[in-house]
């Protein structure tokens, strides 16, 4: 497949980023991202033109003006143009991109399905698609049409074979009352205080999107610390966003105007406290503790008996580590299995020791020792 590129050259000077954490470059998305460090993104989230094809104004059916996208730079000579456009700021993107990292791409149905099938041809590999869907989308005045109610993200790794990119499962399940997040996201448009204006009352931009959209893009699929980049900044809702939630950004505007608005912005957020955005740390990825370390630091005395929720089942802490319960004798796991006849047992979360105030379980002593090593 012979396709075109546009940007610098493999001579050209590479910028490094690193000495200023919240960015905005001002010009051409191809040129400038050309001129990072190749594999130095974590994440890569892009909100491209849309290329609407509006033909004239657009009104309301008592004639008034809808303030809807006709600027330039949504407007393409054709699909060819926009395609090679697409392909253009996608290899830049994903040139830039860690062999870990992930791009979200969002659209409407006149181009998100474009860009997909491009993605696909430049070899990302698709993980997900989102649909974001509206409280409060704008009507289909004409009444000729469904009421587009909802936007398309497409979520993507560098490549089939990519390893270790980053996903929050457990966070964003965790915040979901234990419940898997799922990919249908219901978010209002970005209205109110949120919406930016200029000196004349009128939105900066036609598109801005929603805050709420990008914590969740930027919570599920990056770590603080990470570098964020945004090919079309616009008013710079990304790099709000990962300002706040700790992460490092670089967006990229050719218009002037947003650009400034954009810098505003973003120099007016202060960032969550460190201890608020601490990564999730999942089970897996837990500093290991022994059963025997409680008795070794003396929270649970050897001849200490544990016992089951409701108190029916008890079990002899032995000095070696052991527990025994009757004549049977083995780990916290082991012997919980043997006390409710099952295959197998987390012994962690089914096991009690007794306390002043009450059954504590001994998995709330794990998570002491495990808070210490972290400090």
């Avoid at 234990?178 to 448009?189: E, F, G, K, Y």
């Avoid at 790099?239 to 120099?267: H, M, N, P, W």
Wanted: aromatic share 8%; charged share 25%.
């Amino acid at each position: 497949m012979v396709v075109s590129r546009r940007g610098a050259s493999a001579k050209a000077p590479r910028t490094n980023f690193e000495s200023a954490s919240h960015s905005i470059i001002v010009g051409d998305c191809v040129a400038e991202m050309s001129k990072l460090q190749p594999g130095s993104v974590d994440l890569v989230f892009a909100d491209p033109p849309y290329n609407l094809q509006l033909k004239g104004d657009l009104k309301r059916p008592d004639e008034s003006h809808v303030d809807a996208v006709n600027d330039d730079w949504d407007k393409f000579d054709s699909f060819s143009a926009y395609d090679d456009f697409t392909r253009a700021w996608l290899l830049a993107a994903r040139r830039a991109m860690k062999p870990s990292a992930t791009i979200w791409v969002i659209g409407s149905y006149h181009n998100i399905f474009r860009v997909g099938a491009i993605m696909q041809d430049l070899g990302f590999w698709l993980l997900n698609d989102i649909v974001w869907r509206k409280t409060n989308p704008m009507p289909n005045f004409r009444g000729r049409r469904f009421t587009n109610a909802h936007e398309t993200m497409i979520w993507a790794a560098r490549d089939e074979k990519a390893k270790g990119y980053t996903f929050n499962y457990e966070a964003l399940k965790a915040a979901n009352e234990d419940v898997q997040a799922r990919s249908d996201w219901l978010i209002p448009l970005c209205t109110g205080e949120e919406r930016l204006k200029g000196a004349d009352g009128k939105k900066v931009h036609p598109t801005q999107k929603p805050e709420g959209l990008l914590a969740r893009v930027l919570l599920s699929s990056s770590k603080p610390g990470d570098l964020v980049i945004d090919p079309f900044n616009g008013t710079g809702t990304t790099g709000a966003v990962a300002k706040r939630l700790g992460r490092s950004y670089i967006g990229f505007e050719r218009d002037k105007t947003y650009a400034k608005a954009a810098e505003a912005r973003i120099a007016a957020v202060e960032p969550l406290p460190e201890e608020s955005l601490a990564p999730f740390m999942t089970a897996r990825e837990a500093p290991r503790v022994a059963f025997s370390e409680l008795i070794e630091r003396g929270m649970i005395m050897p001849g200490t008996k544990l016992f089951d929720a409701k108190k029916k089942l008890g079990a002899l802490v032995r000095a070696d580590g052991a527990i025994m319960l009757g004549d049977r004798v083995g780990s916290i796991h082991r012997i919980g299995a043997v006390a409710q006849g099952a295959q197998a047992c987390n012994g962690w979360t089914f096991w009690h020791v007794e306390t002043k105030t009450g059954l504590k379980l001994i998995d709330e002593l794990r998570a002491e020792i495990r808070a210490g090593m972290a400090e």
